[in-house]
């Protein structure tokens, strides 16, 4: 079967897109077995994810943040300093790019935001830690470089999605203290403690939130065994860098937001409970009956109101901090 190009949205554009069933598509594709499956049936969704995109100032693809590393930036409508978000992609670490996760990009920048969409290396060819690597050289990178582009880096945050929620919460913390350190992150359905990976997913009725049969089992240990190897040691799976849970009293003030028919739900309850702990300012939230993934999908009822209160809260934490003038900021309406 012919895959078609992530960026062609032609079959998914207004009312049709509103016929569709993502529950339906995704039965007709068995779970994958293989990083190149998962990529292939990714890449078939991303024309679906990448709708009718949002207008932005100007994107510039593939831009090099280190050896072997690029970035789509995405600049807002505006004259700037904008703030800045350093975005990493979900895919379970084996899957994903700046262009699957375009629209969320145009998203974030539609809200006034200079988005640094990161395109880090994937296992299993690049296993951990050089996607962690990746992300930390594109942190630093935005640091130095948002100005280039209309950013101002003073006004930094990161955030991401599923793998990319990991890598975020790992990058953010192992960076307290440096130059680059962000000011929030924003942790969408990530998976922050691997040792306890297992338990919280076992019994998740994947079928009824619509999700391929398989994915708490081999979909699941496909990415984990790609990332950190068929065996990880119990060493491994308590490192910070890998489970960023036992690194919580370093992240900056924290959005966590996560659906309660997501595998993941309880990470999310834990990481949120070890911040409270650490007296660490963060909101958690819980919307209800969401999928895995629900934020991209503008369909499902809480996608928006998620971005919207992820906005609020980048707003509230990077916004106002510069001296410099926030123009150029669409603000929200209603």
């Not at 594709?29 to 990083?35: G, M």
């Not at 100032?57 to 943040?65: D, E, I, P, Y």
């Not at 050089?130 to 209309?150: H, K, M, N, Q, V």
Request: charged share 20%; aromatic share 6%.
């Amino acid at each position: 079967m012919a895959l078609p190009d992530p960026l062609d949205c032609s079959p998914f554009q207004g009312e049709a897109m509103a016929e569709l069933d993502l529950t339906k598509l995704l039965a007709n594709f068995p779970p994958p077995a293989t990083a190149a499956d998962m990529r292939r049936m990714i890449d078939m969704f991303a024309g679906f994810l990448n709708a009718d995109l949002p207008p932005v100032g100007a994107l510039h693809t593939a831009v090099s943040v280190s050896e072997g590393v690029t970035a789509d930036v995405v600049v807002p409508k505006g004259s700037g300093p904008f703030p800045v978000l350093v975005y990493l992609h979900g895919g379970g670490w084996i899957c994903g790019s700046p262009t699957t996760h375009r629209k969320l990009a145009h998203r974030f920048a539609e809200a006034g935001y200079l988005v640094v969409n990161v395109d880090y290396r994937l296992a299993p060819e690049h296993p951990f830690p050089t996607p962690l690597d990746d992300c930390l050289a594109a942190i630093r990178w935005a640091a130095r470089e948002a100005s280039r582009f209309g950013g101002d880096a003073s006004r930094l945050a990161v955030g991401g999605d599923s793998a990319g929620g990991n890598l975020t919460a790992a990058a953010a913390s192992a960076l307290r203290g440096d130059a680059a350190a962000p000011k929030a992150c924003l942790l969408i359905y990530g998976v922050f403690d691997f040792a306890r990976l297992d338990e919280d997913t076992t019994g998740f009725d994947a079928a009824a939130a619509g999700m391929p049969a398989d994915i708490g089992g081999k979909l699941l240990r496909l990415m984990v065994e790609s990332y950190l190897g068929a065996s990880p040691s119990a060493a491994v799976l308590a490192d910070p860098r890998v489970s960023p849970v036992h690194a919580a009293h370093r992240l900056p003030p924290t959005h966590v937001v996560v659906g309660s028919a997501d595998p993941l739900v309880l990470q999310a309850r834990a990481l949120a409970e070890q911040l409270a702990d650490a007296g660490v300012e963060h909101e958690l939230f819980v919307d209800p009956a969401m999928p895995h993934g629900y934020v991209q999908m503008e369909f499902l009822p809480f996608a928006r109101p998620a971005i919207d209160r992820m906005v609020a809260f980048l707003r509230k934490h990077v916004s106002a901090e510069s001296g410099l003038p926030d123009q150029g900021v669409t603000r929200p309406s209603g």
